[in-house]
C-alpha cells in the first residue's frame, strides 16, 4: 500500500533544534528530512517531493530568501521560515519574495505543528492529489512530482522529471541546451560550464525512455526534440 503520509522538509543547521522539530512533526504523524545547509537542501529536492518546507533564513552557505526561487523551480509545496530574525522589513521582505508563513525563533512548537498542519490541509483540500498528465505510455503525477512508465515508476530525479515535463509540452519543437539549462536549471549556462550537466540530464532520461514509443533526438546546431518513434 502507497504511504500517505505527508513529508515535511526541513532546512535547519541548528541540530537541537532540528532534532526537537523532528520528533514533534513525526510524533504528530508527518514523514521528515531534513537539510543543514543549502547545498544539502538541493540534494534533497532533487530526490525527494516535500508537502511542506521549513526554511530557516541565516544558513551557512546563504540566505534562505534568496534560495527560494530554486526551491519554486522544482517545488510547489508551502514553504514557512523560521528564523530569529525579527525586524518588520524582514519579515515583508522574506513574505514578498514567496514565503507561505514566517516564526521567529524562540516559537511554540505545538503552535508550529498546527500551522503545518493547517497548511498541508489546505493544500490537499484545494489541490487534487491525481492531477496529471498523459503521454502515451508515460504518465506525469505533478503533485508527487513522479513519473510513470507503463505503470511503473522511472524513478526520476527533480531535475529529469522537470526536463520530460518539459519535453513531453514541448513535443517534437527542438530546444537548445542552453534553453534546457535556463528553464530546468532556471540559468542560462555560463560558457557551456552548465551544458555538461544538461547532456547528462537527457543522457539519463534517454536511458530511462528505451521502453517507451518516444526518444529524444539531437538534432545538429538546433538541439533536442522529444518525438514519438
Known sequence: MMDTRSLVMMV???????????????????????ATSLAEAKYVLDNQTPD????????????????????????????????SKNKPEERLLALSAGGNDYIVKPYDIAELC?????????????ESRWESINCGPIRLDLLSRQAYLN??????????????????TNEEKAMSAEQLSEKVWGYPSIEGIE???????????????????FMIVTKRGVGYSFIQQ
Do not use: H
Request: glycine share 6%.
Open 151 to 168: 505503470g511503473e515508476d522511472m524513478c526520476l530525479s527533480g531535475k529529469e522529471f522537470s526536463l520530460l515535463l518539459l519535453f513531453i
Open 114 to 126: 498546527l500551522r503545518v498542519k493547517n497548511f498541508i490541509n489546505l493544500r490537499q483540500s484545494t
Open 195 to 213: 551544458l555538461g550537466a544538461v547532456k547528462t540530464a537527457v543522457s539519463r532520461l534517454r536511458m530511462k525512455l528505451d521502453d517507451s514509443d
Open 52 to 83: 511542506l518546507i521549513i526554511l530557516d533564513v541565516v544558513l551557512p552557505d546563504g540566505d534562505g530568501v534568496d534560495f527560494l526561487p530554486e526551491i519554486r523551480r522544482c517545488s510547489s509545496a508551502p514553504v514557512l521560515f523560521l528564523t
Open 12 to 34: 535547519e543547521d541548528n541540530i537541537d533544534i532540528l532534532r526537537l522539530n523532528t520528533k514533534w512533526l513525526e510524533d504528530a504523524g508527518y514523514d521528515t528530512t531534513s
